[in-house]
């Protein structure tokens, strides 16, 4: 059995570490909630075989192309998986974007602030980036709230290839 992935990041309640074959469970029920369904999209993920080729060939592909990507948000207290928060760097945006999904048990309880909070701090301290960016469905306002209380601001809409119309939030460093 291979060793846990060694955390990314670390807050005060959270650990946040690289996603892996062994997270298909979890990705399985994530990336089929209704609010995911609803504001980030169907991605086809139906069975534990299709979640692992999503960790493959997406958070995992991304690492080794460009050194970060989505991270498993775990609780200290426990080890429970809770939800996935971490940067992107898509090719239709010129900068890194965040990304954050809880499962409903685990929200409005300032876990994704929390994350979010030490994300942007690890892209700023650790990373270098000068800038990363957001895209968030329009309809939902409790992720724009999130993105403005660590230090986002809105910028415009957006229309990218394939999508409905998205807000489109920056941060600057």
């Known amino acids: ?15 946040l570490r690289r996603l892996h074959a062994g997270d298909a469970e979890f990705i399985l029920e994530l990336v089929n909630d209704p609010d995911w369904l609803r504001y980030i ?14 960790i493959r060939t997406g958070p995992m592909a991304m690492y ?16 429970t998986a809770i939800g996935i928060c971490g940067l992107l760097k898509r090719d239709t945006l010129d900068d890194a974007d965040i990304g954050f999904a ?6 409005a309880q300032g ?26 469905s329009p309809d939902n306002d409790s992720s724009a709230a999130l993105l403005e209380k660590v230090g986002f601001r809105f910028e415009r809409t957006l229309q990218l290839s394939g999508r409905d119309e998205v807000r489109y939030f920056a941060i600057d460093f």
């Open 64 to 79: 080794e192309r460009v050194g970060f990507g989505l991270l498993m948000v775990e609780s200290k207290e426990g080890g």
């Open 102 to 107: 809880f499962l409903p048990a685990f929200r």
């Open 1 to 15: 059995m291979s060793q846990p992935a060694p955390p990314v990041i670390e807050t005060e309640r959270l650990l």
């Open 111 to 136: 876990y994704a602030r929390e994350s979010a909070a030490a994300t942007l701090a690890h892209a700023r301290d650790v990373l270098k980036l000068p800038r990363v960016v957001a895209i968030v």
């Open 41 to 54: 999209g169907d991605k086809g993920v139906k069975t534990l075989d299709d979640a692992g080729n999503y």
